[in-house]
């Protein structure tokens, strides 16, 4: 038992030394660099980014570079991906570069003086030691310049191509110019709604609000027709509209909008028309005659519907997620976890030994405690097999002495066979019993064996009166029978 916990120890010990053989790392050092460029609004310029070493090969390079995006932004990069003020690079080596280099474009949207800076990285040699930087940052400078046309636009306006309010009031929707109107007939106005008063463009004009909910119908003129358009509060667009019956008093609104659809990349744009009226529309090719459109319920939340062309029913429709799009959320989730292990390799090695010390200590307790149980059955086994020994050893004298020392034939009374076969009909017939000598030998017999059997019986209850009582019970059963069947004479 002492070797054994004598090489437990050992064992422990070396499980113990691993983990500082494992986490040994050696750092490097190296320069993270910018260039500082000049340009001027509405030209594009380029920054240069080097991770550079001490003439070591160099592998990896993660690096998150910061900007302002109110004067610069990022259209495209080598090893470079970003939008809204942040950029990530992303580069590794072969084996013989000493150096990483990214570039990355951008288009000056304002005048005047800005910084990029890095605000997070990771870098390694190509031996995967870890790569300290020195960093630095890019200062650049904006002088005077226009911008393009095509720029003085945001992105929101872009969006919300359904409708544009212009300078001189005009709203603009679908290509069309259009102005508020304050003059409508209640025929005109949508099941459901009724009439309420908005400020709109810093005026109050008349419009129709959902009794239940906070959908607001505007009423556009161009000058020659006129209808009502949904208006969204949030972004201050307007939308072509179409009231729909999809139940008993329950109807929706078609929209001419795409804001705020989302749908899986096998559902293809198409076009629905209803009432000579054109609405964008999604449809799955795998599913013939029916689309999908998006609408907005009596509720007024948003959301899409699938059409049925053929029975002409609309349907609440939930989008199912795609495997491409599970498939993208899995890895974005391993390359997280990967992500993380190269960056903390050394808390992930020192985090593996122990998980293992851990299953070798639980094994080895285990092990000795199944071994300390099969020891002490042993033992009990052991134990009692000397009891049984012991026991079996007295039984034998007992039962010589409980026997009596004249056995006798134990005849069944009940069995009427044994007093009717020929034997006893020839030995017993009525001259044998009047027989003089019989009698006398019988009584002989019957006096002699009676006091032997009591004396014998008499010792036996002496002996084993306190121990075998039962025996003794059984005994004098058995005599008492001997001399009843004596007392049939």
């Given at each position: 038992?002492?070797v054994?916990?004598r090489?437990?120890?050992?064992?422990?010990?070396?499980?113990?030394?691993?983990?500082?053989?494992?986490?040994?790392?050696?750092?490097?050092?190296?320069?993270?660099s910018?260039?500082?460029?000049?340009?001027?609004?509405?030209?594009?310029?380029?920054?240069?980014?080097?991770?550079?070493?001490?003439?070591?090969?160099?592998?990896?390079?993660?690096?998150?570079?910061?900007?302002?995006?109110?004067?610069?932004?990022?259209?495209?990069?080598?090893?470079?991906?970003?939008?809204?003020?942040?950029?990530?690079?992303?580069?590794?080596?072969?084996?013989?570069?000493?150096?990483?280099?990214?570039?990355?474009?951008?288009?000056?949207?304002?005048?005047?003086?800005?910084?990029?800076?890095?605000?997070?990285?990771?870098s390694?040699?190509?031996?995967?030691?870890t790569?300290?930087?020195?960093?630095?940052?890019?200062?650049?400078?904006?002088?005077?310049?226009?911008?393009?046309p095509?720029?003085?636009?945001?992105?929101?306006?872009?969006?919300?191509e359904?409708?544009?309010?212009?300078?001189?009031?005009?709203?603009?929707?679908?290509?069309?110019?259009?102005?508020?109107?304050?003059?409508?007939?209640?025929?005109?106005?949508?099941?459901?709604?009724?009439?309420?008063?908005?400020?709109?463009?810093?005026?109050?004009?008349?419009?129709?609000?959902?009794?239940?909910?906070?959908?607001?119908?505007?009423?556009?003129?161009?000058?020659?027709?006129?209808?009502?358009?949904?208006?969204?509060?949030?972004?201050?667009?307007?939308?072509?509209?179409?009231?729909?019956?999809?139940?008993?008093?329950?109807?929706?609104?078609?929209?001419?909008?795409?804001?705020?659809?989302?749908?899986?990349?096998?559902?293809?744009?198409?076009t629905?028309?209803?009432?000579?009226?054109?609405?964008?529309?999604?449809?799955?090719?795998?599913?013939?005659?029916?689309?999908?459109?998006?609408?907005?319920?009596?509720?007024?939340?948003?959301?899409?519907?699938?059409?049925?062309s053929?029975?002409?029913?609309?349907?609440?429709?939930?989008?199912?997620?795609?495997?491409?799009?599970?498939?993208?959320?899995?890895?974005?989730?391993?390359?997280?976890?990967?992500?993380?292990?190269?960056?903390?390799?050394?808390?992930?090695?020192?985090?593996?030994?122990?998980?293992?010390?851990?299953?070798?200590?639980?094994?080895?307790?285990l092990?000795?405690?199944?071994?300390?149980?099969?020891?002490?059955?042993?033992?009990?086994?052991?134990?009692?097999?000397?009891?049984?020994?012991?026991?079996?050893?007295?039984?034998?004298?007992?039962?010589?002495?409980?026997?009596?020392?004249?056995?006798?034939?134990?005849?069944?009374?009940?069995?009427?066979?044994?007093?009717?076969?020929?034997?006893?009909?020839d030995?017993?017939?009525?001259?044998?019993?009047?027989?003089?000598?019989?009698?006398?030998?019988?009584?002989?017999?019957?006096?002699?064996?009676?006091?032997?059997?009591?004396?014998?019986?008499?010792?036996?209850?002496?002996?084993?009166?306190?121990?075998?009582?039962?025996?003794?019970?059984?005994?004098?059963?058995?005599?008492?029978?001997?001399?009843?069947?004596?007392?049939?004479?």
């Amino acid at each position: 038992m002492k070797v054994i916990k004598r090489f437990l120890g050992i064992v422990f010990a070396v499980c113990l030394l691993i983990p500082c053989f494992s986490a040994t790392s050696h750092a490097a050092d190296g320069v993270l660099s910018f260039s500082d460029p000049t340009t001027a609004v509405g030209e594009t310029f380029e920054v240069r980014v080097r991770i550079q070493t001490n003439g070591q090969p160099i592998g990896d390079g993660f690096a998150t570079i910061s900007y302002d995006p109110a004067f610069a932004r990022f259209i495209s990069g080598n090893d470079a991906t970003g939008a809204d003020g942040t950029v990530e690079l992303q580069g590794t080596g072969n084996g013989t570069q000493t150096e990483l280099l990214y570039t990355m474009q951008f288009m000056a949207l304002q005048e005047g003086s800005t910084t990029m800076q890095v605000t997070n990285y990771t870098s390694y040699l190509y031996s995967n030691e870890t790569l300290n930087l020195s960093l630095g940052s890019s200062t650049i400078t904006i002088g005077p310049g226009t911008l393009p046309p095509e720029e003085s636009n945001t992105e929101t306006s872009a969006e919300t191509e359904p409708a544009q309010t212009t300078g001189n009031g005009n709203i603009e929707v679908n290509g069309v110019n259009y102005s508020i109107s304050d003059d409508f007939s209640d025929a005109l106005i949508p099941i459901g709604y009724e009439r309420a008063e908005m400020q709109l463009d810093g005026a109050n004009h008349k419009v129709v609000k959902k009794e239940l909910g906070e959908t607001v119908l505007v009423y556009l003129n161009n000058g020659t027709d006129g209808d009502f358009f949904y208006y969204n509060s949030d972004d201050g667009s307007y939308s072509g509209i179409e009231q729909v019956e999809i139940a008993r008093d329950n109807y929706i609104l078609l929209l001419q909008s795409k804001s705020g659809v989302s749908l899986p990349e096998e559902y293809q744009e198409t076009t629905f028309e209803l009432n000579g009226k054109q609405f964008p529309a999604w449809q799955d090719p795998s599913q013939v005659g029916f689309c999908v459109v998006n609408a907005i319920d009596s509720h007024g939340q948003q959301g899409t519907y699938q059409v049925d062309s053929q029975d002409k029913t609309y349907q609440r429709f939930v989008a199912p997620v795609s495997n491409t799009q599970e498939l993208d959320k899995l890895g974005g989730n391993l390359e997280k976890i990967f992500n993380w292990l190269h960056d903390n390799i050394e808390k992930a090695l020192i985090g593996f030994w122990i998980f293992i010390v851990i299953v070798i200590l639980t094994i080895i307790i285990l092990a000795s405690k199944l071994h300390n149980r099969n020891r002490e059955l042993d033992d009990l086994y052991e134990e009692y097999e000397k009891k049984a020994a012991v026991k079996s050893k007295k039984q034998p004298e007992v039962s010589k002495k409980a026997k009596p020392k004249k056995d006798m034939e134990i005849l069944d009374l009940n069995d009427e066979d044994d007093f009717k076969t020929d034997h006893y009909d020839d030995e017993f017939n009525d001259d044998d019993i009047e027989d003089d000598d019989f009698e006398d030998d019988f009584d002989d017999l019957d006096a002699e064996d009676d006091l032997n059997d009591y004396d014998s019986y008499e010792d036996y209850d002496n002996d084993y009166e306190v121990n075998l009582d039962s025996d003794d019970s059984a005994d004098e059963k058995e005599q008492d029978f001997d001399l009843d069947f004596i007392d049939l004479d």
